[in-house]
């Protein structure tokens, strides 16, 4: 008779499943609260303690830890001698393994857990059988998701549980303990901090540290302030990513994940003015990334408005006295070295994306001038500043520029040419040395028409429509300089 072991900390679906098994001949045994939740169904199960003739000790820490479970799942089968140890040894083959683990992961997102809970949950047991079965996948199969449960019934209902279907539950078994060790990793290496909220007090969030260099996040010396919240790390990581592209002194204003200053200049203190400058009002409760040391002159000016994080690669000792008066304000002291070989990953519903950093560098060597009109060379600087900015800018994006700051940022629009209203109607000012910076091709000529009708005598864009002739002539026609690179910065 074949046999199936089913112990599960998340019962969905299991009294059905084990169910079905029974219809379809199997014998199963289970522990503790799945062979309660199994016998209350009126399904005949045994004790696992049947099994191996062992009862469980320690509280159940040791209960499927024996030879009469382990080799039962692990013979090769293919292997006469195995078959006939078993025999020897009085065990029985094992054919399914139904396990899920200790919720390790839910037990240590509550607020106040311990250390000892923590250990508690710790499964041992279960992903021992579950590695075991999972090895020996060409002979047993090995069920990890109750999500699985209906296809491998109707799969053994009609014979077709084969080996390449069991090697597809394997997969998911070595994902599935993955998770969970690296989950207790984080745990116990303090790597994860619960947060108070997410992006909305509804929402559960945490801060999970997977690197301590000091040019990151996760490894930042907080010198000052409470607890970063979600939307801070998320807006300070935006604004660390942009001003370490800056050689020169460059202070960043972000807001909601967009740049809403940016400035340059032959000091940091000078950068930051060009930076507030840009937009003094949307500034306010942001975040601020200066690429070199905060001195007593800067932090007087920065203490004079509200700001959520300052970040910086040093804070003179009388900055730091100064800027500390405010009792919330984050002061976070980070390395601005960029490390090319990070990388940027998104969770999806059902896994995640993963790509390398935009970190392209763009040379005035590198770009095309495809206009009767050549840029002047504060245009050329404006063009360069503003290429730096628009990869961080969410997409569409448009923004306008100088060669000191940016002058207006028009942010993630269903259309370029709306974004260039926005970024026209939030300008500071509009010159001769403002530019227009695009972060992707113009499908067509309507927003070069506008960049004409108010004034701007200057555009750098990726180029690659296949309308880019149209904006050419646009261009062309108003007397402006357009220059392409050949490269796009979609920001989604």
């Known amino acids: 008779m074949k046999k199936a072991i089913l112990s599960v900390s998340n019962k969905t679906g299991i009294v059905a499943f084990a169910q079905s098994l029974q219809q379809l001949g199997y014998e199963l045994y289970s522990t503790g609260g799945t062979m309660r939740t199994l016998v209350e169904a009126n399904i005949t199960v045994k004790s696992i303690s049947e099994l191996t003739h062992f009862d469980e000790i320690m509280d159940g820490r040791v209960k499927t830890l024996h030879p009469a479970v382990h080799g039962g799942i692990l013979a090769d089968r293919d292997k006469p001698e195995h078959l006939e140890q078993l025999r020897e ?5 094992i054919d399914i393994v139904v396990v899920n683990l200790y919720p390790f992961k839910e037990t240590v997102a509550k607020p106040d857990v311990t250390e000892e809970e923590a250990i508690e949950n710790i499964d041992i047991g279960g992903p021992t059988m579950l590695r075991a079965a999972a090895k020996n996948y060409k002979h047993v199969t090995t069920v990890v998701h109750p999500a699985d449960y209906n296809e491998v019934i109707e799969k053994l209902k009609v014979n077709q549980l084969d080996e390449s279907y069991r090697k597809s539950l394997m997969i998911k078994v070595f994902e599935h303990t993955n998770q969970y060790d690296t989950t207790i990793v984080d745990f116990f290496k303090n790597n994860k901090e619960s947060l108070r909220y997410g992006e909305n007090p509804q929402q559960k969030a945490s801060f ?3 690197s301590e260099a000091n040019h990151t996040l996760g490894g930042a010396k907080q010198l000052h302030g409470k607890q970063l919240s979600y939307n801070n790390i998320k807006d300070a990581d935006a604004a660390l990513s942009l001003v370490k592209q800056f050689e020169t002194p460059a202070a960043v204003a972000v807001k909601h994940m967009n740049p809403c200053g940016v400035g340059v200049g032959e000091t940091i203190f000078e950068a930051y003015q060009y930076a507030f400058e840009a937009d003094s009002q949307s500034i306010f409760g942001g975040i601020v990334a200066l690429n070199r040391s905060v001195d007593t002159k800067l932090a007087e000016t ?12 040093h804070f003179t000792q ?17 390395n601005m070295t960029i490390d090319n070989n990070e990388e940027e990953i998104v969770s999806v519903s059902g896994g995640y994306l993963v790509q390398d950093k935009d970190n392209v560098v763009v040379h005035r060597n590198d770009l095309t001038v495809v206009t009767e009109a050549t840029p002047t060379e504060a245009q050329w600087d404006a063009m360069l500043l503003g290429w730096k900015v628009i990869a961080s800018v969410k997409s569409n994006a448009i923004i306008l520029c100088n060669d000191k700051q940016t002058v207006g940022i028009g942010a993630g629009q269903m259309n370029r040419v709306g974004s260039a209203k926005i970024a026209i109607e939030r300008a500071i000012e509009i010159n001769d040395k403002v530019v227009m910076v695009s972060d992707g091709f113009f499908p067509m000529d309507d927003t070069v028409e506008l960049a004409a009708q108010h004034g701007i005598k200057a555009i750098i ?19 402006i300089a357009m220059v392409t690179t050949g490269v796009r910065h979609f920001k989604h």
Request: glycine share 6%; proline share 4%; charged share 25%.
């Open 302 to 313: 920065l203490h004079s408005i509200f700001l959520e994080v300052i970040i910086a690669p």
């Open 208 to 210: 999970v540290r997977t």
């Open 461 to 479: 864009q990726p180029g690659g429509s296949i309308k880019d002739q149209d904006s050419i002539d646009m261009a062309n026609k108003h007397g």
């Open 89 to 93: 040894q009085h065990i029985d083959l």
């Open 318 to 334: 009388e900055a730091l006295e100064i800027l500390s008066k405010k009792k919330n304000i984050r002061l976070l002291e980070i």
